[in-house]
């Protein structure tokens, strides 16, 4: 098995970045989901209930600074284009504890399972698809560890996957089936929960083991 794809989100909910190479640390990959949108009453928004998110960009500068459609984060004008996408006034807050992730800091897909649903990826939204497994070979992964390249993960669960699967990544259209397929297909999991065992750096096409 190999890495086959790396994904970071700089501000949550928005659109990726695909990476060929990125530092590991215990607290996922260096510069995801660190920035957060705020609406005006102090909840943090997600595409889940506000899935315009989903159409706009986040992305790390050469100085590693978030941008949001290649606005800096903490600029006036981005704060503005997000306000728009969701028609209220937002703020762009940075957090960098644990609590920005749903759940662990990393999901791992895949692309056996993938290949088995004949869905897109990219709905799964994950930090890294592993390549070269069969069928669908994930869903024996909890209580286990994988070793890639320098560096040590464990999937700890399936992943309940929600409404922001049945997004196109490009389009927004919304198409129910993938989720109805999800659940009918995967008892409504798919790709795993996953933590950092031991940091270090990540990059495509490094070798990937099971271990027990």
Known sequence: ????????YPVKSMA??????????KLGLAGDRQILVQAATGRILTSRTHHKLLGLKGALDPDNQP???????????????????????????RHEGPERFDILPLLVATDGAIDYMQIDS??????????????????TWPNHALQIGNTKIAPA???GRCVMTTYHPDT???????LRSIIKKLDGVMALDTAVITPGHLRI???VALLP
């Open 172 to 178: 927004l259209v919304q198409d129910m089936n993938v």
């Open 67 to 93: 941008l949001i459609n290649g606005l800096l984060w903490n600029s006036k004008e981005a704060a503005q284009l997000v306000s728009d996408t969701l028609n209220q006034p937002v703020k762009l807050i």
């Open 205 to 207: 096409n490094d070798p």
């Open 1 to 8: 098995m190999h890495l086959k794809e790396l994904w970071r």
């Open 16 to 25: 990726g970045e695909q990476l060929q190479e990125v530092e590991l640390t």
């Open 122 to 139: 990219r709905r799964l939204r994950p930090n890294l698809i592993i390549g070269g497994v069969e069928g669908l070979e994930e869903r």
């Open 157 to 159: 669960q399936l992943r």
